[in-house]
């Protein structure tokens, strides 16, 4: 496999580059009779697409999804759904000065070495802008899970370079351009970018994600464990490089007592599991928090080699984000659905017979 498809039972596999005619996606195994129309994607969609804030890339793109297949009478067919967005607003000039180059940090040099050619107008296939399609399909899983199950994901920016919210209100998520769940922190954020954007430099960001209401029961031990399934589908998403799930790395300095979570008749009383026991979901909230590092496409001069091994100094012109976490936050809620979607699935397949009476615990 080439590494373009994720999931076992409910697959994504996207396609397209970021100057090429479109994006595109085909989910295979989404279960019949789910309602489904553009709406239900397009509300993920506008949240995730370029140019909506002066803090992102100014390249304009609608973003507006096409259902091409899978769906007849407004329900799922259980047959593919293939999805297309076209894109709309390339501006491949602005990359030919790189063309023979390597963007320090970029996935410039790797491509070149692993397939010998490259598209570089605006990065080609390893461009963020493929997450449109990761953000469409998870709005297929997301409903699906929201509707069948009760399942509710949702994520914030927890913190932009150094600086951290400290409050976690819901309502204030969709206030700002930042997903940020801290409206005090705010101005800060602001400040701290358009200073950043006038430098012309980057910076990274932290993410985190929850879904609420996941059944006790998903996951496959050992190898397809659900904490393994989320770290791989979060890894996924372009530029991350750190996932924790709960207490994360936060665990090294736990001792044993602090860290398991205790459980009583009413229910769970902490939860640095972040949901996940031996790799199944205890009922928990399903907690994960990414790290995004910063962008590498900058106008900064830094310091590279051209195809022929020769030094140059790198400049990038064009438009980009100089932080790509501040639009990551409907990419993570996108995979975690996927996963958990993936892996309702897989259970209900084995498992769906299944009877306890052990009850399932609240999270307190
Ligand atoms: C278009 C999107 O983001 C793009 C992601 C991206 C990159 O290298 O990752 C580079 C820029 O592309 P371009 O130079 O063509 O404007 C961003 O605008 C998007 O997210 O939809």
Not at 45 to 61: M, V, Y
Not at 263 to 276: I, K, Q
Request: net charge negative; aromatic share 6%.
């Amino acid at each position: 496999m080439s590494g373009n498809s994720f999931g076992k039972l409910f697959t994504v596999t996207t396609f397209g580059e970021s100057h090429g005619a479109a994006l595109g996606c085909i989910i295979d195994g989404c279960p019949p009779g789910l309602e489904l129309s553009e709406a239900d994607m397009q509300r993920d969609l506008d949240r995730r697409k370029p140019g909506t804030s002066r803090h992102t890339t100014q390249r304009r793109e609608a973003d507006e999804v096409k259902i091409l297949s899978g769906v007849f009478e407004g329900k799922t067919t259980g047959t593919p759904i293939g999805l297309i967005i076209e894109n709309t607003d390339q501006r491949s000039k602005d990359y030919s000065k790189i063309s023979e180059q390597f963007r320090p940090a970029h996935a410039d040099y790797t491509y070149t070495h692993k397939y010998g050619v490259r598209d570089y107008r605006g990065g080609g296939r390893s461009s963020a802008r493929e997450t449109a399609m990761r953000v469409a399909a998870g709005a297929v899983a997301r409903k699906f899970l929201e509707q069948r199950l009760g399942i509710k994901i949702r994520g914030y920016l927890s913190q932009l370079g150094p600086i951290k919210a400290e409050k976690l209100d819901w309502d204030q998520v969709h206030q700002n351009p930042f997903f940020c769940p801290d409206a005090d922190k705010v101005p800060e954020m602001e400040a701290y970018m358009d200073a950043l954007r006038k430098e012309g430099d980057s910076i990274g960001a932290r993410i985190n994600v929850v879904a609420d209401g996941v059944p006790p029961g998903l996951g496959e031990p050992i190898f397809d464990r659900l904490d393994a399934d989320l770290a791989h589908a979060l890894m996924s998403i372009n530029a991350v490089k750190g996932v924790e799930i709960g207490a994360g790395f936060d665990s090294v300095e736990q001792k044993g007592t602090e860290h398991r979570d205790e459980m009583t008749p009413e229910g769970f009383l902490s939860n640095n599991a972040g949901g996940v026991l031996g790799g199944i979901s205890s009922g928990q909230p399903i907690v994960a928090s990414i790290a995004l590092k910063p962008t590498s496409s900058l106008r900064l001069p830094g310091r590279s080699i051209d195809v022929n091994g020769n030094p140059v100094e790198v400049i990038t012109t064009g438009r980009h984000d100089p932080c790509v976490g501040i639009r990551a936050t409907p990419i993570a809620e996108a995979m975690m659905a996927i996963v958990l979607m993936d892996h309702y699935l897989r259970h209900r397949g084995q498992n769906g017979d299944v009877e306890v009476s052990t009850p399932v615990l609240k999270q307190l």
